[in-house]
Structure formats: structure tokens, C-alpha cells
């Protein structure tokens, strides 16, 4: 996050739980906002006070995998810049991968840095020679095939 995160960077954080990484964002992105995402009831008390205390912290309990949730926050958020996700080491890759192609083929961001240790032992196992390559924070082969007609 040091590394990516500039300071007009508007940041989405999907699994901010109680905030420790939201604290660190909001630091590095000051001139802009961090909104962040848990549906954890441990998250709703101290992300609230943590927007209180960070004025560029907008906190939403919900479930991330609901796609009508991200459309409409699509429709109103269209400069989204970086996609942190964190949902966990107990959440399965197959999960945290689909919500990873959801949320950034619609938001496109600049960057999405996504921390799951199935995803990262999944890449490092291939051995493939194909050259297909993204050179943003969502898959530009394929991220255009799924943004719903009324998103278009
Ligand atoms: C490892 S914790 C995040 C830690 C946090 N990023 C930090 O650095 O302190 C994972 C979080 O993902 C949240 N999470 C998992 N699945 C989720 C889902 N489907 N929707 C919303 N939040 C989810 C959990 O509630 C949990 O708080």
C-alpha cells in the first residue's frame, strides 16, 4: 500500500474488519477518500468512530459478493483509483477471486492489491508461456464482458 497509494488516490478496501488497514490507507490517500467494506457486526462500532476521528474514511457494512451493492455504488463512484482486498485467510481463493474480477472489472482502478495466499500459491504453480497481460488493476482481456447493459 506504501508503495501504490498516492495521495489524490480515491481507495476502495473490501475486509477492513476494525480498521487497522483502513487507519494506514486513509494516511497515504489525505486528499482523497478510503471507502471501505466489511460485513463483520465486530466492524460497525469502530469503523463508525474511526470516520469520525479520519474525516476521508466512508465505512459500509455489507457483503461484498452482493452484485447489486457494487452496481450501485458503481453508478455513483466513478473514480475509483486503487482496490485493496483483504477477506481473509479463512475465505476461499475461488471467492476472493471472484469478487477481486467483480469489483475491478467494474471500478477499473489503477492498481488492485489483493492479499490471499491461495491466489498467490495458484500464480506461482503456473507454468504457462501464453503472454496475456494486464497493465492496470483489473484483466483487460476480459473485464468488459461482464459490466451489466445498464453500467455500459
Ligand atoms: C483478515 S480480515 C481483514 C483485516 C484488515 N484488512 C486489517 O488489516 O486489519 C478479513 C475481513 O474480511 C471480512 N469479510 C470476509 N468476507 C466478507 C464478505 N463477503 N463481505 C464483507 N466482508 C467480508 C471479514 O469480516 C474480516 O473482517
New binding site residues.
Partial sequence: MIRYIESFDNVVE?????G??TKIISKLCQDATVYA????PE?VEAMDNLGIEYSNIKFKC????DKDMLYEFAKSHKDIDVLCI????G?HPDTVFKVFFLWSSILKPRVCLLRNRGLVDFINSSQTGERIHSDNGFLSSCADDIIPKELK
Avoid at 62 to 65: G, L, P, T
Fill in positions: 473490501l475486509g477492513c474488519h476494525v487497522t488497514s467494506f466489511d460485513n463483520s466492524s455489507a457483503d461484498v459478493r483483504d477477506l481473509g485467510g475465505y
